[in-house]
């Protein structure tokens, strides 16, 4: 059985994420969290403790005077990202989801956990972030509560693992509704079969504005497409008549039969 060594006191994102990663490794694995050498030698794995990088010896901190380096894009590691480079590929299944998963999750973790403030991309809110989260976990009980860090390391461990299984999903489902919108006879829309997460798949298909698919209520969805690399940026808005217009009220303006609702921000119906 692994034994990972980390500090004890107050707790933060990256060496719960850090653990969540481990215990998804090694579901068995047993946590000390102390700071007393006597204890090193009971432990395998050396989580934000130390003062050393060498996944040769499984020991993952960043606090040394060089830090354990940076990303491309300049993004430092924290025992977060170090676990996750080293670990991440033994629970994705492939190169892309790995990466995916840094980016979405643990780079935020890194990037707070070395002092550096995320904001929005408009730089106009900062958002709620995991490492918030988990922040206001070590703040209830006593500091060295078992419990309330079990409680956070297996949130994070949720969280990894819903996330991973979406982004696989998307991954498959990606390949399927590229061949869908190939064999499309219009070009601005496509219409699909199923309730797949198509958001990417349509990212290399310029002239595409909308979506049309099955929910799994028994209704369906018209949705405009975003532009590329973007949130809610979409290449063509529905008509503003329709916004914010609900069944026969909406029905009378499109034309359309028991059509139920049309966003405000005439995205989605």
């Not at 990972?4 to 000390?32: M, N, Q, S």
């Not at 707070?112 to 995991?130: A, K, R």
């Not at 969805?221 to 590329?228: G, I, M, N, R, T």
Request: glycine fraction near 6%.
């Amino acid at each position: 059985m692994k034994t990972v060594l980390t500090h004890d006191g107050d707790f933060h994102a990256d060496e719960v994420c850090a653990i969540a990663i481990l215990k998804i490794v090694y579901p068995k694995i047993k946590v000390i969290r102390s700071r007393d050498l006597k204890k090193h030698s009971k432990a395998n794995i050396f989580v934000d403790v130390g003062l050393k990088y060498d996944p040769k010896k499984n020991y993952f901190d960043h606090h040394q005077i060089k830090g354990a380096g940076k990303r491309k894009n300049n993004i430092p590691y924290s025992s977060a990202g170090l676990v996750w480079k080293h670990f991440g590929k033994k629970i994705t299944k492939s190169k892309d989801v790995f990466e995916m998963i840094d980016q979405r999750l643990i780079q935020t973790i890194d990037a707070e956990d070395n002092g550096i403030q995320m904001q929005s991309s408009q730089g106009n809110f900062i958002p709620y972030s995991l490492s918030s989260i988990i922040f206001y976990f070590g703040k209830f009980g006593s500091k060295n509560d078992v419990k309330i860090f079990n409680e956070a390391v297996n949130l994070i461990k949720v969280i990894l693992e819903r996330e991973i299984s979406y982004l696989e999903k998307m991954e498959k489902d990606k390949k399927i509704v590229q061949k869908i919108i190939k064999k499309s006879v219009s070009k601005e829309y496509v219409v699909l079969d199923r309730n797949y997460n198509w958001f990417s798949a349509v990212e290399d298909f310029p002239k595409l504005k909308y979506v049309i698919s099955p929910k799994s209520n028994g209704y369906w969805s018209l949705k405009a497409v975003d532009k590329k690399g973007t949130i809610f940026n979409c290449k063509k808005l529905l008509p503003k008549s329709w916004a914010g217009l609900n069944e026969k009220e909406f029905e009378e303006i499109c034309g359309v039969k028991d059509v139920l609702f049309c966003h405000k921000n005439v995205f989605l119906v």
